[in-house]
């Protein structure tokens, strides 16, 4: 009775809400979205109301733009169609020098947070792991970012970092050093490329070793003790229990967290716009830090232009693209690297 | 390598030294890393508390130099002159993140429910499928429910807030874990007594997985505290979450840093909250999310 | 917290007041005879490959009997249990309880106890809402109040009416097993099942449950079946067993008549501790030989190979049945001696046991005598004699 018990209607019921749901705001937008990267003059139309937007609507299939307008000849609404199937908007943004950067930028963020902050990561949770005082009121600090507000905490960074009155330069000028323009502009010098990145990567770091540390420590308190027993006996210096013992036992958790590092650091948006006020870059180059996930964003807001949802799905397949290559690639090489 | 069995007393004094150095060179490092991750905050604080006067000087110190906790109630207002209305991001928050739990504690159960318990044709398939777009970025999801949203006419209501958020492919994971951890015994005997499988589900499953219920609540929490780009596409000022109030109302337009004591006033304001619910539910919370990243 | 639980599983376990019972009400339901007609029961892995769990098996278990399914594990006894149950779909045969046929009746309908062997007590819950949790789902609806004192009832019938208020957690494994027992019989059922009762408990705590079993049913009167791999347990309790093996029946009798008794050479080898002496031999004209050519007995069984089975307990030093045999070793286990006996082109030993006063030498060659023996066809294992 059990053992053939066939639940289908059950199992339907149960799965509904789940399936609909996923229906329409998974499913369906993976679908549009890889349709509408590829369609070039994707059609939407947009319907206004005194310059705000109130509805959309999409047609496929005609090839002429109509723009309606009202009886005081105010513009209301207009639709455009798509012209065919191709790579058109993919050539586009590969030729938008913005996009160029954000595929820069997101690259260089990744290259440097994820290694700082798995490597420190890794250290402070080894460090934790060796002493038995006040390691949960160590650990409870350090997984204070966890549970803070990003904008919040990106903007406490700006204020950290504020060239005029912040505690960074307050602190360099007590040293006998120079202010530095970090993000904001100080004496005539407008912020670099590499004072801005500084302190994101800063905040990046601070804001991501939560998670690695609860991670590494709580995969580090399950291996046996015993290897660290046999290690003491023979007496063998700390940073060969690490490197010999901790980090081969702990390469499973290293593996997952790395690959997850990747991910999110591919994706980067919220910290940008924090530390930047909004903006991604300083006032004197407000895009010098744009990423893809930003740009991509960013076509989404102006989509009354021609066709920026085509290029905004183009620039997100672009970025769905990297992180399988990154992800496919880090599992192949932890399935040689790992030890389970 | 020979290992000298018998150490003498010069050799046992100069170990225990070492180790000592050692230990101390642990908490100091420690210690450093503590200030680096908390000094954020306390300069949060800090410049929450400082008067207009001081924030315009060039040098600044440590600790204010008087506390003006006015600030904080400068910030409400000023959200205030620019027609917002700061409570109503809590409300907004809280009412949404509520909405957005119970939303996905139902669909994440049932569904859990189905993958871990009832028995159909095509069961493993779909959780496979389902699970397959866990792989898959949430930009490219973003996109086309904007659009879906707007059509819908939906754009500036909490529907549009909540609905794309209650389904979560990584809890229903989580869960059937957890439920799949049950014993199957426990199912036969309940079946012996005649119990139907949603009363199952009521009576053995949920109690028995309470506390990835807990985390799976604590977690869906905190996303919607820090929910930032999805609301920041489809809410206008009266729809906004914290994150969005706290960006577009004090924004640092000319950078001039006169609006900064009531910036971080806000953050203080936005960021408070979370931390003692940490600090209460310190334990709950950081199994959760050890248990889940481990899990996933 | 572990020296409290020890105190209460002492103070619970061991004076088993024997007066406790009179004055609780145990209403006992009319006890049915349970009928099984070619039962069968035939899994299909993901291969489609068959699997005959259970293979035509007839049985009928008298009311008011406690009756152990004994076998070794993978012998379909647990697939049996699960039938009865109705947890478990028959391939194909008939389940009667009494008169009526419940082969499709879903389980709750049967009107059956069933207690699990890992118990499945529901670990959130207490004891009182455990034993509780079958009445909740009784149409028309029971009383809260008539719940709970239809729960301490079963609970003081099993003596555990002091742990209400406790979660599983709380208690040692004998009491959960009490817990269990409760849970199952609290609905009073017409038949009770048991899945390896005893096989979670430690040795002090078996002896002591399996008595405490016995007296639940023979109080209750309930038709009682439990499955066991443990042949002690099996045949110190039941009124009869049943021994199965590949998921047909082998035999069905009184405990010591199966072992007396044994209907094949399975069961033979399957009952006994330490197991039977299996050795080969043929007959040939009326006589039975060892493979080295001893004759032991003239028998009145046609010419074949056959198996001598002889328990270590049926040798003696003065019958007249004699074996020539070398002793290898001799070891003293208080009341009896038993000896390792080597016989001459065999490559096992046998093991003999005899009782101590009689005293035995290693290392010489004796005869040494047995009071009876089986015989086995070789190849079907059938008993010839």
Redesign the interface.
């Known amino acids: 009775m059990l053992e053939y018990k066939n639940d289908i209607w059950k199992a339907l019921l149960a799965l509904a809400p789940t399936l609909l749901l996923m229906a329409v705001f998974t499913f369906y937008p993976m679908i549009n979205t890889v349709f509408s990267a590829f369609m070039e003059g994707y059609c939407y139309g947009v319907w206004r109301d005194n310059g705000n937007t109130i509805g959309w609507l999409s047609h496929y299939g005609e090839t002429i733009m109509q723009s309606s307008y009202d009886a005081e000849g105010n513009l209301i609404g207009f639709t455009e169609t798509y012209v065919g199937i191709g790579f058109g908007n993919f050539v586009t943004i590969f030729k938008d020098p913005t996009f160029i950067d954000a595929l820069k930028n997101t690259a260089i963020m990744v290259i440097v947070s994820v290694p700082v902050t798995v490597i420190i990561g890794l250290l402070i949770s080894v460090a934790l792991n060796g002493i038995k005082k006040l390691q949960s009121v160590f650990q409870t600090i350090y997984f204070l970012p966890y549970v803070t507000n990003t904008i919040a905490l990106g903007l406490v960074f700006a204020v950290l970092f504020s060239s005029r009155n912040g505690l960074i330069n307050s602190f360099i000028e007590s040293l006998g050093g120079n202010r530095v323009a970090w993000i904001t502009p100080f004496a005539g010098k407008n912020p670099s490329y590499f004072t801005c990145l500084f302190v994101l990567m800063v905040y990046t770091v601070w804001n991501g070793l939560a998670f690695k540390i609860l991670v590494f420590l709580s995969g580090m308190q399950s291996i046996d003790k015993q290897y660290y027993q046999a290690a003491q006996i023979d007496s063998t210096p700390r940073w060969r229990v690490f490197t010999k013992i901790t980090v081969p036992l702990l390469s499973p958790m290293i593996a997952y967290i790395t690959i997850t590092s990747f991910i999110g650091a591919f994706k980067a948006y919220s910290s940008v716009i924090a530390i930047f006020n909004g903006n991604y870059g300083p006032r004197s180059n407000p895009n010098m830090l744009i990423t893809v996930v930003g740009y991509t964003y960013d076509k989404l807001g102006k989509m009354s232009n021609v066709n920026e949802l085509g290029r905004a799905c183009a620039s997100a397949l672009v970025l769905f693209a990297i992180i399988m290559a990154i992800t496919v690639v880090e599992l192949w090489v932890s399935k040689k690297k790992v030890h389970y | 390598m020979n ?1 000298e069995v018998i150490l003498s007393e010069e050799e046992l004094r100069k ?1 225990k030294i070492k180790r000592t150095i ?2 101390i060179g ?2 100091v ?2 210690v450093i ?2 200030l ?6 306390y ?2 604080l800090a ?1 929450a508390l400082r008067s207009e006067v001081e ?1 315009q ?4 110190s ?1 600790f204010p130099k008087e506390w003006v906790f006015a600030n904080f109630k400068s910030a409400i207002d000023y959200a205030s002159n620019k027609g917002a209305n700061f409570f109503l991001f809590y409300g907004n928050t809280i009412l949404v993140g509520f909405l957005t739990t119970l939303g996905t504690l ?3 159960i ?2 859990a ?2 993958f871990a318990r ?4 095509g ?1 493993e398939v ?1 959780f496979s499928i ?1 699970l397959a ?1 866990m ?14 949203i ?2 819908w ?1 939906m ?1 500036n209501t909490y529907a549009a807030l909540v ?2 958020f ?2 979560s ?1 990584f809890y ?1 994971f989580f869960l059937r874990q957890t439920f799949r951890q049950i ?1 199957n ?2 199912y ?8 139907s ?3 199952y589900l009521w ?2 499953m949920i ?2 997985a ?1 506390s990835t219920i807990t985390s799976i609540t604590i977690l869906s929490m ?1 996303g919607s ?2 929910a ?2 999805w609301p920041n ?1 489809v809410s206008e000022k009266d729809h906004y979450l ?2 969005n109030g ?3 109302i ?4 000319d ?1 001039t ?1 006169q609006i ?1 004591s009531l ?2 006033a ?2 203080t304001m ?2 408070v909250p ?2 003692i ?3 209460i539910l ?1 334990k709950q ?2 199994r959760g ?2 248990r889940s ?2 899990k996933g | 917290m572990e020296a409290e639980q020890k105190n209460e599983e002492a103070k619970i376990e061991e004076p088993i007041a024997s007066n406790d019972s009179t004055n609780v009400d145990i209403s006992v339901q009319q006890s049915v005879d349970v009928r099984l007609e070619g039962l069968t029961k035939v899994f299909l892995d993901s291969t489609k490959k068959e699997t005959k769990a259970v293979w035509d098996f007839n049985v009928v278990i008298p009311a008011g009997k406690l009756i152990g399914l004994l076998g070794p594990s993978g012998c379909g006894k647990s697939t049996t249990l699960y039938m009865i149950a109705g947890l478990h779909n028959p391939t194909g045969g008939k389940i009667f309880f009494g008169e009526e046929e419940v082969t499709h009746t879903p389980p709750e309908k049967r009107g059956i106890g069933l207690v699990f062997q890992n118990y499945a007590l529901y670990p959130h819950l207490t004891v009182r809402e455990n034993i509780m949790f079958p009445l909740e789902n009784m149409r028309p609806r029971m009383e809260k109040e008539k719940m709970k004192a239809l729960a301490q009832e079963m609970a003081e019938l099993v003596h555990i009416g002091d742990l209400m208020d406790r979660k599983p957690g709380q208690l040692s494994g004998g009491q959960q097993q009490r817990v269990a027992i409760a849970r199952a019989l609290v609905k009073k059922p017409k038949v009770l099942l048991l899945d390896e009762p005893l096989s979670n408990l430690d040795a002090r705590l078996r002896l002591q449950t399996r008595e405490e079993i016995r007296r639940i049913q023979k109080e209750t009167g309930i038709t009682t079946i439990f499955v066991t791999h443990d042949q002690e347990e099996a045949m110190s309790i039941s009124d009869q067993i049943v021994v199965m093996n590949y998921g047909v029946e082998q035999q069905m009798d009184e405990p010591q008549k199966v072992y007396e008794e044994p209907a094949n050479l399975f069961v033979a080898k399957f009952l006994g501790n330490p197991p039977i002496n299996v050795i080969d031999g043929v007959v040939e004209n009326g006589e039975l030989k060892l493979i080295n050519g001893q004759v032991i007995d003239e028998i009145d069984v046609p010419d074949q190979e056959v198996s001598i089975g002889i328990r270590p307990e049926f040798f003696t030093l003065d019958e007249n049945l004699k074996l020539d045999v070398y002793i290898e070793m001799v070891e003293h286990i208080g009341r009896d001696t038993m000896a390792l006996c080597k016989i001459d082109g065999y490559e096992n030993s046998v093991r003999a046991i005899i009782p101590s006063y009689k005293k035995l030498e290693a290392n010489q060659n004796i005869k040494i005598g047995f009071r009876r023996y089986f015989v086995f066809n070789r190849e079907t294992g059938e008993r010839l004699k």
């Open positions: 290992q170990f050692g230990n642990i908490y490092f420690l890393v503590a680096f991750i908390i000094i954020p905050f300069w949060m410049t924030l000087q060039t040098k600044i440590f139902i669909t994440t049932l569904a429910f189905a009832l028995n159909f044709k069961k779909i389902l777009t792989m898959i970025p949430g930009e490219i999801f973003v996109i086309s429910n904007y659009a879906t707007s059509s006419g754009k609905l794309p209650i389904t492919v229903i014993p015994e426990l036969l005997a309940a079946k012996v007594d005649g119990t499988d949603f009363k009576k053995v109690p028995m309470k905190m505290w820090n930032y780009v596409l914290v994150s706290l960006l577009s004090y924004k640092d337009v950078g840093g900064l910036q971080m806000a953050a936005i960021t979370l931390l619910v940490f600090l310190r919370i950081m999310v050890s990243g481990i």
